[in-house]
């Protein structure tokens, strides 16, 4: 495979609130690929960017921990045909209401994605982690997909997709992760992971998928991680 077919572009979408480990699971498994990378392999398969409305954001707790934003949501709006990956973590329904019930800038940016064609025969991944299905759900897109999230919340996210998708139900589940297939389009693929540490067992899913299974294992004993294949 070429290195142009093996590189990823990938974006974080954070908020005001976001779970911790949702996003820094995903990034820390994908960050390990391009540090210890097979020769074969392009210098970094994975570049991370992270995605949001406000230039820094406090994640969920407060004041425990501030992340500056790689590029605002505005602009990545525009440059969305770059991102190859787009990873929604989760957050409380006190954080994830307002940007529901608010069809704001971050559903707008799910639905760009998720409509965007494929260059060559690399598929896109739209990948949410735990109630971060919420606002896939709210962007009208899970119409007749298999889709997971938090144990705690898969009532909710049957009557979000009921709410907001009108081509056909979905099929909501409790699973470790889902690899739910392509959306509407057959060019932008679906994975979904239950409640926070899920993330990461999805994120070496994904690995194993682009990768191979050697480098997914390589990378889960690296994090000394009981990966649940």
Same mark, same amino acid.
């Given at each position: 495979m070429s290195s142009a077919s093996q590189y990823y572009k990938v974006g974080v979408l954070l908020f005001q609130g976001a779970d911790v480990l949702d996003f820094a699971g995903p990034?820390?498994?994908?960050? !390990?690929?391009s540090h210890n990378r097979? @020769? +074969?392999?392009p210098d970094r398969m994975f570049t991370l960017e992270t995605i949001a409305k406000d230039p820094t954001i406090r994640a969920a707790g407060?004041? %425990?921990?501030?992340?500056?934003a790689d590029t605002?949501?505005?602009?990545?709006?525009?440059? &969305?045909?770059?991102?190859? &990956?787009?990873? &929604? @973590?989760?957050?409380?329904?006190? *954080?994830?209401?307002?940007?529901i019930n608010g069809n704001g800038l971050e559903l707008e940016l799910i639905r760009k994605f998720a409509a965007l064609s494929s260059? =060559?025969?690399?598929?896109?991944?739209?990948?949410? *982690? %735990?109630?971060?299905?919420?606002l896939v759900g709210a962007a009208g897109i899970l119409g007749g997909m298999t889709v997971t999230t938090h144990h705690r919340a898969v009532d909710v996210l049957r009557e979000i997709c009921d709410?907001?998708?009108? $081509?056909? =139900? =979905? $099929? *909501? *589940? !409790?699973k470790r992760?889902? +690899?739910?297939?392509?959306?509407?389009? +057959?060019?932008?693929?679906? &994975?979904?992971?239950?409640g926070v540490s899920s993330g990461i067992d999805a994120s070496l899913h994904l690995v194993r998928q682009l990768t191979g299974q050697d480098m997914a294992a390589f990378v889960s004993r690296v994090m000394e991680y009981d990966w649940a294949e």
């Open positions: 990034m820390e498994v994908l960050s !390990h690929v097979n @020769p +074969d392999q407060g004041h %425990c921990l501030t992340v500056e605002l949501l505005e602009h990545a709006l525009k440059q &969305i045909h770059e991102y190859g &990956i787009l990873i &929604i @973590p989760g957050g409380a329904p006190s *954080v994830l209401d307002p940007l260059p =060559s025969q690399k598929p896109r991944i739209l990948f949410s *982690v %735990c109630t971060g299905a919420f709410r907001f998708n009108k $081509n056909g =139900s =979905s $099929n *909501v *589940v !409790h992760y889902i +690899d739910g297939g392509f959306l509407e389009g +057959d060019t932008v693929q679906l &994975i979904t992971a239950g």
